[in-house]
């Protein structure tokens, strides 16, 4: 059951979640249960990997996703947007003024003082793995499950390999479907206005933007439609984004560096928040040319572009998800859902921590980490910030 609660206790708790969740989109799912599923009592383990496992079968960015459908199911879509709008506000903001101020900012430094987090992040996914399989995989079949998609998704390493494993999984527990019970159904009334919305604004973008060539429309278009294509996270958008704004940059007139891009992409693995942050850094670049107030509009037409079309289409799902799982089929279908989510999530820990180095501080820093988090009450940020203070003190001491 998804609790009620007051708008700003909740957006409160979101903010603090934009401002130290650090690592990707599976290390962002293990601080969601951390904070909103072990502390606030928001939601239940199994409806926080019900809703992150339809995010991972639709499009764009799923933490995001997954956090503003929490939003949705508690206070509708008022809080929904507010809560877009408060998670994806401070990674914007940062790399938005990264942009405007490339030259005055040190990125290499930044990262530098940020090494110790990426273990951290490895910690923080492998505390939500651990956790989220002790409550919530309790068969035989959701064990093997797991196991099978942890193994497929780390040796098939393809964003469009999540839904196939999520869609598999669900198929295959759908058949124990005569152990449910029976509940009353009601008619599926599908509300297609969001998808509706979704389709005419990427038709209407496209076709503003040939007819007016306006640079910032064009950016809000480039990433609109980015946005409803990609699948697995802001890994899977940077090599898009080369591809128009790098190697293509100069037919597009999107006049972006190899060098910049490198830049400003390193330094959105270095933030909390969501990684398609990037959006805005592009798009700030792209508009340089037009001064700071122009680089502020073209960072806000991008980061809108990028995380409104996976926002239109979760609302679209999430709308018809509760009259659809009182069918038998749909409801025995959790259970694989459920366990291959799981094991997604356990394979990310360890492809996250394959490009560290394999050092005895980075095996310490990731153990620490989880064990703060199962055998202390220690809230996240807090970890966060000691991982900061750890890594500035370190970087001095080097």
């Known amino acids: ?31 969601f249960q951390k904070v909103l599923v072990d502390k606030r009592r928001y939601l239940s383990d199994e409806d926080l990997l019900e809703i992150n496992s339809l995010c ?76 989220i399989s002790l409550k919530t995989v309790n068969t035989k079949t959701g064990i093997g499950i797991l196991i099978l998609s942890a193994v497929v998704s780390y040796f098939v390493q393809s964003p469009f390999i999540f839904p196939v494993i999520l869609l598999c999984a ?34 209407f973008a496209a076709i503003l933007g040939g007819v007016t060539k306006l640079l910032p429309i064009k950016l809000f278009e480039n990433f609109y439609r980015n946005g409803s294509l990609v699948f697995g996270g802001g890994q899977v958008l940077a090599p898009l984004l080369y591809t128009e704004f790098v190697q293509y940059a ?10 910049e891009f490198l830049s400003g992409y390193g330094l959105a693995q270095a933030i909390p ?21 122009g680089q ?19 609302f679209f799902v999430i709308r018809f998800w509760e009259s659809l799982k009182k069918y038998r089929a749909v409801r025995a279908s959790l ?26 501080l980075n095996f310490g820093v990731t153990i620490a980490t989880f064990c703060l988090l199962v055998f202390t009450k220690i809230p996240s940020p807090l970890i966060i910030l000691l991982g900061v203070v750890l890594g500035v003190l370190f970087k001095q001491g080097a």
């Open 335 to 360: 259970e694989g859902i459920t366990a291959a989510s799981a094991g997604l999530v356990a394979a990310s820990a360890i492809i996250l921590f394959q490009p560290l180095e394999n050092s005895f």
């Open 56 to 131: 991972q079968i639709l499009p764009g960015p799923a933490s995001t996703q997954t956090l503003t459908a929490i939003g949705f199911k508690i206070g509708g879509p008022v809080l929904a947007y507010l809560t877009l709008l408060v998670w994806i506000l401070p990674a914007v903001a940062i790399m938005t003024t990264a942009a405007v101020f490339l030259g005055a900012i040190d990125e290499k430094k930044l990262i530098d003082l940020t090494d110790f987090l990426r273990p951290m992040a490895v910690g923080f996914v492998s505390y939500g793995a651990y956790m």
């Open 296 to 314: 502020i509009l073209g960072a806000v037409m991008s980061a809108v572009g990028i995380f409104l079309p996976g926002t239109f289409l979760i």
């Open 1 to 31: 059951m998804i609790k009620r609660v007051r708008y700003y206790i909740f957006l409160k708790d979101v903010f603090l979640l934009a401002i130290s969740t650090f690592g990707g989109p599976q290390a962002h799912l293990a601080h």
């Open 170 to 203: 669900g198929l295959i527990t759908s058949l124990k479907f005569r152990a449910q019970p029976k509940e009353q159904k009601s008619r599926i009334s599908i509300q297609w206005a969001n998808f509706l919305l979704w389709a005419g604004v990427l038709i």
């Open 250 to 259: 100069k037919p597009l007139h999107f006049p972006t560096t190899h060098n």
């Open 273 to 293: 928040g969501p990684n398609f942050s990037f959006s805005a850094y592009i798009g700030a670049l792209s508009m340089r040319d037009y001064g700071v107030g």
